[in-house]
Structures are given as structure tokens and as C-alpha cells.
């Protein structure tokens, strides 16, 4: 199965993510990790996207596109992906529907989980104390919420104009998010049959 879980900071998409490949077999890709990990690497590189990331902005378009690219035809040739936070812009967007039209494995679902901004603003903080992470500080938090509102919100009608959003309530405790998600995409093509049931062999 290949999803993008597109969503505001907060919204759970990590947590979701990481479930939605286990139940699906696809390949969990959290663009914010593959970004960090690439900061903590020694050189210009990486401190260029720590300094984005610590500001809480986009790091540019070309940066993730090299960085998450080989992540993403790797994952596609075995079992699919799942998409977590990435695309974020409409170039990304673009430049990741040629690169997966071109291999024959384009989006089964943009699955969007939305919450009300004092929910997700209240999550960041609560998680502020215990993630370690530079841009879970309140200023930043702010600023994140209003990139996205910006920036990546304009992907919502970019795939409800192509057929495949799916909007799903996020504002809900986890095992009830995930079980939405699970019932909205078992009617897709190489969906798992049941939660937690992949067939051996399922398609992708
Ligand atoms: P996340 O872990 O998804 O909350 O992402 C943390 C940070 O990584 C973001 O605030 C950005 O600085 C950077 N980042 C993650 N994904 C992208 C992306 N697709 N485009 C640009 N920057 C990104």
C-alpha cells in the first residue's frame, strides 16, 4: 500500500504512521526523522537543516526531495509506503507524483488528520518536556502551526482534486484515529483484509 499521512504538527501522524506499516506491511518514512538524521551528520549539509529545523521553517525543497527520494523508490520496490510528512509544499508535491507516475507506483491515499489548532498546540507542549526535540519549545511550536497553515494546508485540495483525500477526525485517542483510518482504507486495492491481517503476499 503507498499513503501520504498529511497533517499539522501534533495531529499524531508519527504514531500513526508507525501503525499503519505495521498493519500494512508498507515502509514507515518520517521525513522529520530522515532530516534529523541528516542534521546530526557532521558538515555544512547538516547544520543547514538543523538551523531550519530548530526555527521550526521548511527545510527547501531540494534538500528533503535528495534526502527522501532514495528512501521512497527503495521502500516503493518492496511492500509500498507510508508517507509521514512528506510532501509538505506544492513543489514537493509535484516533483513526488512524476517521480512515483515514472515508476508505476503512484498514491493509493493522502489520509489528512485534522484537530483544532488548541488541541494540537496544546499536545506540543505536553510533549515539550520529554521529546528532546529543538522545535518543541512554545515560540517554535506557534511558528510550525502557522508554516503548515500557510504552506502545507494548500495540499488538502491539491488530492481532493485528485480523488484521494481522506479526511479523518484526529482529535480522538489514538486506537480510535487508527481504527477510522483502517476502516476507510480497507476498501482500497492492496489493503490488509482486517486490521492487523496482511495476507502473505498481499499486493502492494
Ligand atoms: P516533523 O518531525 O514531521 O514534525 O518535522 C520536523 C521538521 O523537519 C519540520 O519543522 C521541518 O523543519 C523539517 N521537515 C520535515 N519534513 C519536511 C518537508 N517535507 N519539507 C520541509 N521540511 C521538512
Given amino acids: 500500500m503507498r499513503l501520504l499521512l498529511l497533517a499539522p504538527p501534533g495531529a499524531g501522524k508519527?504514531?500513526?504512521?508507525?501503525?499503519?506499516?505495521?498493519?500494512?506491511?508498507?515502509?514507515?518514512?518520517?521525513?522529520g526523522d530522515l532530516l534529523r538524521a541528516e542534521a546530526r551528520a557532521d558538515g555544512a549539509l547538516g547544520r543547514e537543516i538543523a538551523a531550519y529545523?530548530?526555527?521550526?521553517?521548511?527545510?527547501?525543497?531540494?534538500?528533503?526531495?535528495?534526502?527522501?527520494?532514495?528512501?521512497v523508490v527503495e521502500a516503493a520496490a518492496c511492500g509500498g509506503y507510508i508517507l509521514d510528512g512528506f510532501p509538505r509544499t506544492l513543489p514537493q508535491a509535484t516533483a513526488a507524483a512524476e517521480l512515483a507516475t515514472r515508476l508505476g507506483v503512484t498514491l493509493h491515499a493522502a489520509v489528512y488528520l485534522h484537530a483544532p489548532e488548541a488541541v494540537l498546540t496544546q499536545r506540543?507542549?505536553?510533549?515539550?518536556s520529554q521529546s528532546g526535540r529543538s522545535d518543541d519549545k512554545a515560540d517554535v511550536i506557534r511558528h510550525r502551526l502557522q508554516v503548515y497553515a500557510?504552506?502545507?494546508?494548500?495540499?488538502?485540495p491539491y488530492y481532493a482534486e485528485r480523488g484521494i483525500l481522506v479526511s479523518v477526525n484526529a482529535d480522538q485517542p489514538p486506537d480510535d484515529v487508527t481504527a477510522d483510518i483502517q476502516a476507510?482504507?480497507?476498501?482500497?486495492?492492496?489493503?490488509p483484509?482486517?486490521?492487523?491481517?496482511?495476507?502473505?503476499?498481499?499486493?502492494s
Fill in 53 to 71: 529545523q530548530a526555527r521550526g521553517d521548511l527545510v527547501p525543497d531540494q534538500i528533503v526531495l535528495d534526502v527522501l527520494t532514495p528512501a
Fill in 150 to 156: 500557510e504552506t502545507t494546508g494548500a495540499l488538502v
Fill in 124 to 128: 506540543l507542549l505536553d510533549r515539550a
Fill in 14 to 31: 508519527g504514531t500513526q504512521g508507525e501503525r499503519l506499516a505495521a498493519w500494512s506491511g508498507a515502509r514507515h518514512i518520517a521525513a
Fill in 193 to 203: 483484509a482486517e486490521p492487523g491481517d496482511r495476507p502473505p503476499g498481499a499486493p
Fill in 184 to 191: 476507510r482504507l480497507a476498501r482500497l486495492p492492496g489493503a
